[in-house]
């Protein structure tokens, strides 16, 4: 079984930063896809971006590409989603999702992590 627990999130004003983290525990880390998503309240949960097994392959969201950077310590078990230049539609609860599947290329597709976090939110006020 997978454990992954999410922290880093809070209430900010727009224009600012914040750095989300997922810790891993309970199999090697480094042989699996991680993905980030989110879910405003009364919306479905979206894609916003997944990084390879090997951390070498990144994709992201149009919504967030050039602000948010996607990257993993696979020493550290630990995914991490730098988030730069937030706005008010940024606001969600941001999960960390984990692959089955061992090697496995990123995905945007939900259905293709079987392992979630509980969720840390992120408020960004105008």
């Known amino acids: 079984q997978v454990q992954l627990v999410e922290s880093g999130g809070g209430s900010v004003q727009a224009g600012v930063s914040l750095r989300l983290s997922c810790a891993a525990s309970g199999r090697t880390f480094g042989r699996f896809a991680m993905a980030w998503f989110r879910q405003a309240p009364g919306k479905e949960r979206e894609f916003v971006t997944a990084?390879?097994?090997?951390?070498?392959?990144?994709d992201y969201a149009d919504s967030v590409k050039g602000r948010f950077t996607i990257s993993r310590s696979n020493a550290k078990s630990t995914l991490y989603l730098q988030m730069n230049r937030l706005k008010p539609e940024d606001t969600a609860v941001y999960y960390c999702?984990?692959?089955?599947?061992?090697?496995?290329?990123?995905?945007?597709?939900?259905?293709?992590?079987?392992?979630w976090g509980q969720g840390t939110q992120v408020t960004v006020s105008s």
């Open positions: 990084i390879s097994w090997s951390g070498g392959s990144t």
């Open positions: 999702a984990a692959s089955g599947t061992e090697f496995s290329t990123s995905s945007r597709v939900l259905r293709d992590y079987d392992f």
